[in-house]
């Protein structure tokens, strides 16, 4: 069983940056697709960003050009790096792996975009 752990969350600027850290209880290599979502107050969840299993890493529209997601297999841990943050980026923020047949979750960290 894995267990994920969010930080690096926390109240920025329009315009500024941060950089989300998601750190594995096992092997990220034995891991299977992981990836970010985020949920804003009274919307759905959504992706933000995917790394499948393969190395493909597609985007949520909302973000593309400005996040980029990437891992540090030696540190067990899945980064996303934000850059030119929107307040429509406000949300808390989830990562998940898939370890078949299931897909675990951390347990959300908030990230605020505001002047």
């Known amino acids: 069983q894995v267990q994920l752990v969010e930080s690096g969350g926390g109240s920025v600027q329009p315009g500024g940056s941060l950089r989300l850290s998601c750190s594995s209880s096992?092997?990220?290599?034995?891991?299977?697709?992981m990836g970010w979502y985020r949920q804003a107050p009274g919307k759905q969840r959504e992706m933000v960003a995917l790394r499948f299993r393969g190395g493909a890493t597609p985007y949520g529209n909302s973000v593309k050009g400005r996040f980029t997601i990437s891992r540090d297999n030696a540190k067990n841990t899945m980064y996303l790096q934000m850059n030119s943050l929107l307040p429509d980026d406000t949300a808390v923020y989830y990562c998940?792996?898939?370890?078949?047949?299931?897909?675990?979750w951390g347990q959300g960290i908030q990230v605020t975009v505001s002047s």
């Open positions: 096992i092997n990220i290599d034995t891991l299977y697709n």
């Open positions: 998940a792996a898939e370890l078949p047949p299931k897909t675990t």
